[in-house]
């Protein structure tokens, strides 16, 4: 008797991602699981219900998979689909295990709701980074369509092209590209922006990724505000201190009114998005500059920023994009449907989830088990003064 995991329509507001694509099912070989699934659910992303039926997928209605599934993956779980996602809510029964996104720090009501439906839920955002979890890294799957999209957003909207060209008209110059935060996102903005013939800069209070920078042929730019121990142990930034991100803004703002563009990219999970650009460095900025907040979800790293709008300042358009891994569904489902599905191997043992909470990986990411919140970190976030 294998498992049975189900996958359903996403249901959060423009929310064009599915969970599993057809071509991600070989992972599952010899595992004994079965998938079935909502049929249409991968119609937003491209993926038609032929091609899930041609591998073997049960097609039927949304109740149907809840009843069915022992397992569900999702995109956007609860904490990530507050609103519509309470529908499901009496679809889930006690013992059944969810896998998605849920935005477990900050969400803590959500997590609280799946406790108490009995339902273990994984969260991706969760997954640590170590070696043998990288093939599991949703965010950083995400964060990659989010710097490419940031780049081309950038490009659309700029009042100039990208590339010099040598014209009969006369030289183009290049236009000058600034991105803030190398993590995934960022030095995937600088690699776009750079195959678009930009001339790009990067800055990073981590000044080991200087490197990366300028492997990707962009300048790093170094500011003069004391960077040490300014990466957690997780290789993530740090949210660092009030005095130190005063000093950076200072240094910033002469290295902002140089640029045509500038995308900033820095996050510092589970908590609010540090305000890296202000008003006072926007006025430096000339008129038809471009700035594009891959940040706006987690209230952005430019104080203009509004998250899901382009604001319109002095001539500068503040774009704060939300969910852009959404807006290219087709690659984005792609790279999702890879990592769950190699998370749900490593979880089945045997033919049976096995929930080993000895194991990192497990530990890491579980964060509701057995009706309780088990997970330190949203214990803490929740003010709670037990962890079961």
Do not use: W
Not at 41 to 63: I, N, Q, T, W
Not at 75 to 82: D, F, K
Request: charged residues 20%; proline residues 5%.
């Amino acid at each position: 008797m294998g498992i049975k995991v189900g996958v359903v329509s996403e249901t959060a507001p423009g929310e064009r991602r599915v969970a599993m694509i057809p071509g991600a099912l070989t992972v599952f070989n010899k595992t004994g699981i079965e998938l079935v699934m909502e049929a249409g659910a991968g119609m937003p992303a491209g993926f038609p219900d032929s091609e899930y039926a041609a591998k073997g997928v049960a097609l039927m209605r949304r109740e149907e998979v809840f009843a069915a599934a022992d397992v569900l993956l999702q995109v956007r779980s609860l904490g990530a689909n507050p609103e519509a996602g309470k529908a499901d809510l009496p679809l889930f029964r006690s013992g059944q295990t969810a896998i998605g996104f849920g935005e477990p720090l900050t969400a803590m009501d959500s997590a609280r709701l799946l406790a108490e439906r009995g339902v273990n839920f994984l969260a991706m955002e969760l997954m640590p980074r170590i070696t043998r979890a990288q093939s599991m890294d949703a965010l950083s799957s995400m964060a990659t369509i989010a710097g490419y999209k940031a780049a081309l957003i950038a490009a659309d909207s700029l009042p100039r092209m990208f590339p010099m060209l040598m014209t009969a008209a006369g030289t183009i110059t290049p236009a000058r590209v600034l991105v803030i935060g190398a993590g995934v996102a960022g030095l995937q903005a600088i690699a776009t922006a750079r195959r678009l013939g930009a001339v790009v800069s990067g800055y990073d209070i981590r000044t080991a990724v200087k490197e990366q920078i300028e492997s990707l042929g962009a300048r790093f730019i170094v500011l003069d505000v004391g960077e040490a121990g300014a990466e957690d142990k997780g290789g993530y930034a740090k949210a660092m201190g009030e005095e130190f991100y005063r000093r950076q803004r200072e240094a910033m703002a002469g290295v902002l009114a140089e640029h045509h563009v500038v995308i900033t990219t820095a996050a510092v999970p589970g908590k609010k998005a540090p305000v890296l650009v202000t008003t006072e460095m926007v006025d430096r900025m000339a008129p038809g500059s471009v700035i594009v907040d891959i940040a706006a979800e987690r209230g952005g790293n430019c104080e203009l920023t509004r998250p899901g709008e382009t604001v319109e300042y002095r001539g500068i358009a503040i774009h704060g994009p939300v969910n852009l891994p959404s807006s290219i569904p087709y690659h984005a489902s792609q790279m999702y449907a890879k990592n769950i599905a190699t998370f749900l191997k490593y979880l089945v043992k045997d033919g049976k989830l096995q929930l080993d909470r000895e194991d990192e990986i497990v530990r890491e990411t579980l964060v509701t088990y057995e009706g309780a919140i088990v997970h330190p970190r949203v214990s803490e976030a929740m003010g709670a003064s037990h962890v079961h």
